[in-house]
């Protein structure tokens, strides 16, 4: 599948964006934070993401080797998309495919990721 523009938000509405995706190539890892939120990850370069909302809507979240932005709504607490990097250094976002409209997360079939041993 080549890329498809989706629109997507948090759970309040408080944060929307459109993004290209091809969500033939989705994630699902374990590390401590994707495990706990449920996370299904689908990665498209900055330029093709565009966020409207609020400024101050969004609330960043950091551990570990804080190289991953994980930013998630401070009204409904839902993690919509988080900002970080290639291996080569291009930046990227994270979104999670679960907040996009229009889209059956138990259609998307992500290739598990060992995010726990890295
Ligand atoms: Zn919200």
Redesign the pocket.
């Known amino acids: 599948m080549a890329l498809q523009n989706y629109a997507g938000a948090?759970?309040?509405?408080?944060?929307r964006f459109t993004v290209d995706l091809d969500l033939d190539q989705t994630i699902s890892c374990n590390c401590s934070i994707c495990r706990k939120r449920g996370l299904i990850l689908a990665f498209a370069k900055v330029d093709r993401f565009h966020l409207n909302a609020a400024q101050g809507a969004t609330q960043e979240y950091l551990f570990n080797k804080r190289a991953i932005r994980h930013q998630f709504?401070r009204?409904?607490g839902?993690e919509a998309f988080s900002f970080g990097a290639m291996p080569d250094g291009t930046p990227m976002v994270a979104v999670n495919a679960r907040c996009l409209d229009n889209v059956d997360p138990t259609a998307l079939k992500p290739t598990l990721y060992d995010g726990a041993s890295h």
Request: a neutral charge; charged letters at 0%.
């Open positions: 948090c759970h309040c509405g408080a944060l709504c009204v409904c839902v």
